[in-house]
């Protein structure tokens, strides 16, 4: 199976069969859209869900949205025999990693839902807030996707002994 890995900011369109597409999110957010009939899907990986209203962006920067991430994934797997009011949607991410970095994730997580319900995109799956980071993953031509929650803190191990120096020897440093 061939494995796509995207980041923040990109998008992959899959129309054949054996490809995941996978990504790890914290406050982001992913979109995963399948077209049943044409058998095309692809996820996209956004970082904010819309600039604000004086907040100029480059051109570049634009895809890290997700009001542009989305029409561009919706657009990539159009050109590939999707029909757009045939897409579900699986939404994922929008995370509280950092409780002090505000409500980015829920609101990312806002941006996705009301975006799929101002285009007419079914959601056939959703996993959003929460406080674990996500592991996606996401087989395009079936639909089929799974996630992963990431420890939300690395586990405690007890401490290693430190051998004791033998008695009388002597100490060296270099």
């Known amino acids: 199976m061939r494995r796509v890995s995207i980041v923040q900011g990109e998008n992959a369109v899959v129309a054949e069969p054996d490809v995941v597409v996978a990504t790890l999110l914290g406050s982001c957010v992913a979109a995963c859209l399948y077209d049943p009939v044409a058998k095309v899907g692809g996820m996209n990986h956004f970082l904010l869900g819309e600039p604000g209203a004086d907040h100029k962006v ?7 949205y997700g ?20 897409l579900q949607a699986h939404l994922y991410g ?19 839902r009301r975006f799929m ?15 674990s980071a ?10 089929r996707s799974r996630c992963t929650k990431v420890a939300e803190r690395v586990p405690e191990r ?17």
């Open 58 to 64: 480059a051109a570049s920067e634009m895809s890290r």
């Open 67 to 86: 009001l542009h991430a989305m029409e561009l994934l919706i657009n990539g797997m159009m050109a590939r025999g999707a029909v757009r009011n045939r």
């Open 94 to 112: 929008g995370a509280t990693i950092v409780s002090g970095l505000g409500g980015i994730g829920a609101s990312n997580a806002a941006f996705a």
């Open 117 to 131: 319900e101002t285009e007419g995109i079914a959601i056939a799956h959703a996993d959003l807030g929460g406080t």
């Open 134 to 143: 996500r592991k996606i993953e996401f087989l395009p031509h079936e639909g």
């Open 158 to 174: 007890p401490p290693v002994p430190i051998p004791a120096p033998a008695d009388g020897g002597e100490l060296e440093l270099f």
